[in-house]
């Protein structure tokens, strides 16, 4: 135990101290030599100190004397008692320098992708009639081979491997091992690559949880790695999530005592935030392995007291079945009790979610709401203010080592796959002047960071930007899971129940006219499809719900923060809105009867969620481009979104009043041409919400639309 605590020390000394020489001229060279006082070539435990704190400037609260002390012991390797220049180098410089060793580096990482992509293929049956029905599917040119773009397309939309999974480069060494005679892949070179697969997973069955663990834990160890962004990509979520993985694996069959969840959290939650990843893993992980909320709950209020914000998370966490979802209980304690303690829980959880404006507005909430203030109460919502802005501060300043924590933090939170998604897609985007812009257009940089000099720099403020808003994106899913927002993760209904084959709307009658052109361009804008007088009306009601404050901004929304909405509950019977916005709920149905037109028409298998989005957009609102569901990019947790439908109601609009919707063409990463769509009254916009970017330009008055998202039926629960 003492070699793994001491292990992690290490790694987190290496983080700090890679993070602390980028912000220095000197070499590793230099700053070694210039300690080695008396030219030894050594360094003892003094000299080292003497790098650490007068050289790279390391204060004592980041790294401690003792820890410096455990550290010099691990860095000497050959235990001599002081470090010579190669020991310091394999320390700082851990990870591969020499060709050799990148070229081993190159050859674990091509390992670790062909057993994700045979992990993925080893679901198929491997029967012959199976691996041929398989194989006509991939074979989308039906020229009896598999080509490698097939292969690719297969593996991102079938396989849902994102880019984090499998490099496009990658891809190539992988098809080499099935197309053994070079002339593309054939049926039974399939075939023979699926029974391989699966003899080969039978071998390597894992072993004992207890034994797979302490595997997981050693990988994690070894892993480090979390400085280097390289490609844009962080090294460090597989590990965490590998760790994570087999430790929940374990905790489901052998349940441990709350004890020892609690001092297990405590113990990977060291008080120094480097680590939060990590403890955030360890939480669910605590989560995962059966819930008492009761006395979790006690806990979390005990770590509080003693002022361990985040180990008080992990206790409210561990009384969660979900990481996110601690996130709603929070809220919905703070929103349902004037309580200063419900608000500070709140708040922690959003700050550990690295919400921190929303987290301080919480903060400032509770404290204005406060019943039952006692003075350390008070004092410790004081601290937590503090921090919060400090935090938010060093971000601002573009702290380089602060930066990576909070990616690394958020990483942990929102999963691999996603997390990996946002970070490879702006790492590589920051890497060149056009990649820049777009990352601005995109609402993932700030102007201001487009100049900096090192694009490493770039790349971790526009990851921590995009982490940020899918962390957002994830709270709202679980808020409305939770009937605490309504939308966007409501149960579903099937079209069919929306659609009376009876009654024929004229509007229906438009869409059905459209289809070939939705089909062909994957987006279709339809005129005057309601009748003016019952626009009016819908407006009308909106602006009533807007002076009610029922519509409302979310601030922590990076691309969109000023828009004012609200998701209206149309297909309950029961609904509130049924008198104070009758018209807008008719018309939400009539839009929902839609669904299953272009269910049969599109061959997709489509789920219409009982809610439809109200929104204005006043002056100076604008939504930045995106896409209304990433699942085909790589999130495959995303918000099932299948087709978009749009309906303005702007009487009068013009020029001036601004906010037209702007699309690109689809799957062109909103790279090519686009189309600019006035957001006229009764204009009606179809779109397929994986396929087209968008954007909203910045309106100049009040601007208002109808959405209703129709959901992909596998993805989504369904009403019975
Ligand atoms: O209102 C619009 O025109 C589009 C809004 C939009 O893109 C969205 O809410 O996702
Ligand atoms: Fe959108």
Known sequence: MAMEAASH????????????????????????????KDRSRMLDLKELKIVIREKLHIPESALTDFEIQSIHGEIDLDQSGVIDWSEF?????????????????????????????????????TDQAAVQKLFEKIDRGSDGKISIHELLSFVRSDLKLSKWDVFESEM????????????????????QFIHKTRSSFQKGKPGRPDVEVARADRATEDGGGGEQISCGVLGLYGKECLFQRKRQTHYAKNPPSTERRWSESKQLSLPKPALLGWHDCAATSCAWAGPDSEGCAALAMKALEEGKP??????????????????????????TSESLRCGMLSALALES??????????????????????????????????????????????????LMEEIQRMGALLGDQEAGYWISCVGECSRSKEGQAELVQKGFLL???????????????????????RINKKLQRHLSAAGLLMGVADQCLLPKALHSPLSVDPLEEQLRQSLDELRAKRLVVLDEVLPPEALCKVKLELQRMRQEQVLQNDTNDVCNPLQEAKYLPFADDATQFRESCPV?????????????????????????PKSAMAACYPPKASYKMHLDSYFLHGCPDDIPRKVTILLYCNQGWTKSVGGELRAWEAFDQGRGPSRTIEPLTGRMVVFMAEEIWHEVLESHGDRYALTLWIHDRARVQISP
């Open 89 to 125: 180098l394999t320390f700082v410089a851990r990870g591969p320098k020499r060709p050799e060793d990148e070229a081993k580096l190159f050859a674990l990482r091509t390992k670790r992708v062909h057993r994700n992509l045979r992990m993925a293929f080893n679901k198929f049956q």
């Open 447 to 469: 102007e201001a960071h487009r100049n900096l000099q090192q694009p490493a720099q770039v790349a971790r403020h526009a990851s921590l930007v995009a982490l940020r808003y």
């Open 353 to 402: 979610l690295g919400l921190l404006n929303l987290a301080q507005e919480r903060l400032g909430q509770a404290a204005r709401m406060a019943k039952d203030v006692d003075l350390s109460t008070l004092q410790m919502a004081l601290e937590a203010m503090k921090r919060v802005r400090g935090r938010e501060r060093q971000i601002e300043e573009g702290d380089a080592q602060v």
């Open 584 to 608: 807008t709920m008719q018309v939400m149905q009539r839009l929902a009867a839609l669904a299953s037109i272009l269910e049969e028409e599109l061959g997709l298998q489509l789920a219409v």
């Open 172 to 191: 190539k060494s992988f098809y080499r091992t099935m197309d053994t005679d070079g002339d593309g892949v054939v049926v039974e070179e399939l075939l």
């Open 310 to 335: 985040f180990d008080a998370l992990a206790r409210l966490l561990s009384n969660t079945a979900r990481t996110e979802i601690s996130c709603e209980r929070a809220l919905r304690t703070c929103a």
């Open 9 to 36: 020390t290490a790694c987190r000394a290496r983080r700090i101290l890679v993070g602390a020489k980028s912000r220095q001229k000197e070499s590793w060279d230099e700053l070694f030599q210039a300690a080695d």
